[in-house]
């Protein structure tokens, strides 16, 4: 039994960072889980990093793309709003689209713009996260999002923070000018 | 002597014409008070106005599950009655897959939305379309008026909803002063042919039988004097009305009249006015009453109590047709109209209130999110109009299966009636707005508040967050790290030994951390907590959203934690959300009694956990559901929809919790005894089934399962835990945050026998 415990715990310290065993454990008792495999010769590389830069999915660029129409006419009230310098009317009809849409990537873009307009930019930030986490990846949005928060960063006088919200822009927007010739 | 006598004379009259004029003067002053009262209380505000609460508006639009069923539910709910010739607002048709509806207009927070007739159609459980028909146009999205769920009147108060009489059926003044009032448009105040009339009235029946009080004099006596029958009252009462008819219009003085009259009594709260008490009795505006409904209220004006429809409703029935009757003789309403009138039913909406008043729970909620930004007195008096987000259909699912559920599981558990009581509530997940709040299994009785108020112990639910702060850290914890299920003894100082017991006091042998939360297993739990360290923990919990003050001890990692049930929506909001916190809010807007936007309460969140972590938890709540102590959820949901979740039950049995989330709604249910004695239930044979059931009929969107940049989704080999591929036949996909997954093979993996010099190769080129 000591002999397994202690090949079962050379074998934990072998496989890189898959089973953690609880920091002080004696080894398991009662049902142990089978051994894990002993050790192996090399470690498989990571994949490659291709040299040419694959052509961008075809993310949806506009609100119209993803919505219905309900929240694309709310969407086209909440502009208004925003031109005729009512942002906080603007957020309104945005937050009863989200009702609607609650999941909706495009209105959170568009609602975190609303409350930089009105200067609350802690909530821009949030916001504009809020649309990045759902976005999963649509650099297009993602890039309207960070623009939102380099600038909500500015008005907070977080200048560092701005500065690295510019690289994530620089990044997004080397990323979409590699890919454009690829895009028809 | 004659001269002696003349000068008596002289001095007795001169005694007389002194004592008159003092008495002219004291009487004179005495009217330039009452005059001067008068015009104060009629000046500018008469009332206190209570404040307003309605629910969220049912919003229409094309692509909305909503079939027509449902629909017509909620038009009934808000008063509207069916009527296929649609000519007043208030009214609609029903057919298969299509609703013809007259909705009314309302003022909304951000615009006035006009009456309109539209027709709405279905296909199956959506909505497909909706057309203005008058103008024969599609529209994009429509709301219906929303409802009225309360008012916010002081202690002992009168409540009441303003009208103007240019706004109301004119059936209902011509009618009211038929009945009370004959002579109200030519007397001056007083009316003397009424008094004698009641005079001679009260002297046969040998004591008062009968009031010789004109309206003006009746809206005298609520305005200012007690009831209380004094020949003193009576002579104040006849000088106010005679000076009030000099000062104003009868018109103005029937609309105080309608708006002041009381009709009625809910508990403290007193009815007030005939535009309340359209909402009180038929749950819908006063200009939709018909004439039998017009005579009800008009026939209570006599005794509100005495003829109180929902207790006493054959005389209400007697007195109405009674009132229907003068309206036939005066000529209001036909012969026909009052043959058929009269065979109608009440038609009173049932229960404690009707529409208003329905929901004390959740009123108490918006009470207390107001009085963080409003004065008492703002609140009794202005006549703000508060939108809140209560949803009407998710509060009326909330409400049934808790009222159901109950004296279920106390039957099938040989319990008294009665011994159980329950909370919950549902919240929007990624808003935080509380759609429904259920503060006991009364859910009408506006008692103690179990959903806000009670603090329990919450058991298992703060299981997830102690593997979300071990899931924070992937160098060290990933969803298949392997946990001892060991005894622990903990010795802390000051404190008997703590020797914590799995829920079954059995041990299971080591266990994959996601096994271990999904079969809510106390001691691996207790583990993962300790080499963690509980101010770690209770961190996560805090910035999950608990406000709390339990301390940072190792019994917080079984939930040694008081909280109530909305403050666990709250924290499971957060997870619900990706990680983003918002505070459960009750209010979106407040407007003035004019309809002027005054206050917007906009939405806050605050990102507060990483999206990688959280989604690794959020798989691991699904395995709770799954093959976990939530798994009878599934006897009801179809398996299509993923829904996460969580038990927890508390030490002796005392508190049974179920919380959990899918896409769009996070629900949160207690089962338990106020008397804090045990139940026999854990989460699963307790709150669960309330739980099931509610996210079943509140139709829960499925999670939609896709996994964030910083996630990979490996697949691997579950005996061994390594990267499994298509040798591998039991392989299993688990999330992992980037770069923290296995980078060996299995054995069972092709790659895993063939792992040699040349393998990087074929890891380039493909296989």
Redesign the interface.
Known sequence: MVLFAALLLAACQT????????????G???????P??GP??????P??LPVVPPPLPDYPKTAEQIS???V???MKRARQYRQDGQP??A???L??A???E??NYFVWSA?AQAHLAQK?Y??AE??A??SN??A??NIYVTLENWKTIAAARNGQGDADGAADAAAQIAALQARLDAAQPDTP | MAVKSRSRLVILVSLLVLVASIGGAIFAGYLVKLDREIRERFAGARWALPAQVYAAPQ?L????PLNSDDLVHELQRLGYRQDARLEMTGTYSAGAQHVDVYARGFDF??GVQAPERLGVSFSGDVVTGITDIDKNQPL??VRLDPMLIGSIYPKQGEDRVLIKLSDVPPLLPKGLVAVEDHGFYSHSGISIKAIFRAGIANLRAGHVVQGGSTLTQQLIKNFFLTSKQTWNRKFNEASMAMLLESHYSKDEILEAYMNEVHLGQDGSRAVHGFGLGAHFYFNKPLDELRPHEIALLVGLVKGPSYYNPRRNPQRATARRNLVLGVFRDEGLITDAEYQADIQLPLGVVGGRGGGVERYPAFVELVKRQLENDYKDEDLTNEGLRIFTTLDPRVQEVLETHIVEQLPEIEKSRKMKAGTLEAAGAVT????G?VLALVGGRDVRFPGFNRALDSRRSIGSLAKPFVYLTALEHP????L???????PIELKLPGAPVWAPKNYDRQ????QHLYMALAQSMNLPTV??GL?LGAPAVLKTMHEAGYDGDAKALPSIFLGAVDASPLQMAEMFGTIA????HASPSAI??VQTKEGKPLQ?Y??????VFA?GPIYLLTWAMQKVMTIGTGRSAYSLLSPDTAVAGKSGTTDDFRDSWFAGFG??RVTVIWVGRDDNQSTGLSGSSGALRVWMRVMKDLHVRSL?N?P??SVEEVSIDP????RADAQCVDAITVPYLSN????????CAA??SQ???M??LK??FGH
């Open positions: 496989t890189s960072g898959t089973h953690q065993v609880y920091p002080g454990s004696t398991p008792e009662g049902e142990p889980l089978p894990p495999p192996v010769d090399a470690q498989p590389l994949p490659p219905g129409a309900a694309t006419s709310l906080d009317q957020a309104g009809t937050e009863r989200l009702r609607i609650p999941r609602l609350n802690a909530q949030s916001m996260q809020k986490a759902l999963r990846g | 919003e639009y094309a692509g909305l927070w951000d994009d999205l929007s997940a990624d808003r707005e160098e060290q914890y990933n298949e790290t392997v946990i001892d299920d060991e041990l299971h042998g080591p583990r993962l080499s959300s990706g990680g983003f979106r807007e917007r906009p939405l806050q969140i605050k990102q999206d896409a769009d939609d896709i964030p940049a005996d061994s835990g390594l923290a997954g296995p980078q060996d093979w299995a054995p790659q895993g792992n040699g010099p393998q990087w890891d380039i």
